[in-house]
């Protein structure tokens, strides 16, 4: 079962198409990592997916079917299914709000402020290293970890299904990440969570995610199991993307690609495959053909006429369709 379906959604600022056409389900109960360099769409992507911004065409589903754009549902409830945990929970956390009304917040603008829902806010903050001691103070007398814990505490008020996390970890010291993301982990089953994790850090993804999607330049151009992933990336872009990462372990590194030339503009992006220009294995049929994103084995799809499993074995031979 899906807890979120998007199909062909895309997301436009003017004129520019900073998410085209990205068809991607999350599944219940997994954590998907939403992997891409800087500026390729997936912050928009939360964004919309969290319902702060629309969508120019396509559709999101929510795990009941219903569209998220549908009229007959009331935004706060589709809101109140999907969280959207902000990068810098400083610029989500009002410094003039103690923990105690930050806390309450969420419950009294959906109107579930009771004793018993407070009760179960105040456990699970406890549960989580949020004594009672901190009720009472601000923002600004937080470390970053304990601010971090609060906005989770904020996003988890109305009891959602899915928790959007864009770059939960940033600006956090290593110790700090560790214990987050141990966090997260333990939170999803018995909070009946699914995870869609945003994050450049590729050890974040690597370590704590089931499934990998990545992002370049406004489409989705390979998804799959995280381990099949990182040993073995089909897409030139996603070895590229890997390689890249000093910190993956030694042998990946010795297989470096590096990506070479800048990321095209979103606003006027290449012909055929936008990776074509900076692709180590493109052929002609790379720069008029846009290649689709297909279903493969093992639950791996990707974007490619020359994947590279197929590349090494007959690198002259496009996938036909
Ligand atoms: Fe490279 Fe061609 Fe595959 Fe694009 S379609 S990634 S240019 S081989």
Redesign the pocket.
Known sequence: MNVLTLKHATIRYGRLTAVDGVSLELRKGETLGLVGESGCGKSSLARAIAGLQPLAGGSLCVEDGLRADDTGQRPVDRRSKIQLLFQDPGASLSPRMTVQSLLAEPLKIRRRHNPQNWERIVTLARSIGLGDQLLERYPHQLSGGQARRVALVRALATEPSTIVADEPTAGLDISVQGDLLNLLRALRGPLGLSYLLISHNLNVVGRVTDRVAVMYLGQIVETGPTAELFNAPA???TQALFSANLTLDSARRRERRLLKGEVPSASNPPSG?R??KR?P???AV?ASQI?RLRPGQNDRSVA???PLAI?SANSSQAISG
């Open positions: 897409h030139p872009y495959c990776f074509h692709c294995v493109a052929q790379c290649p490619c006429h020359f590349a």
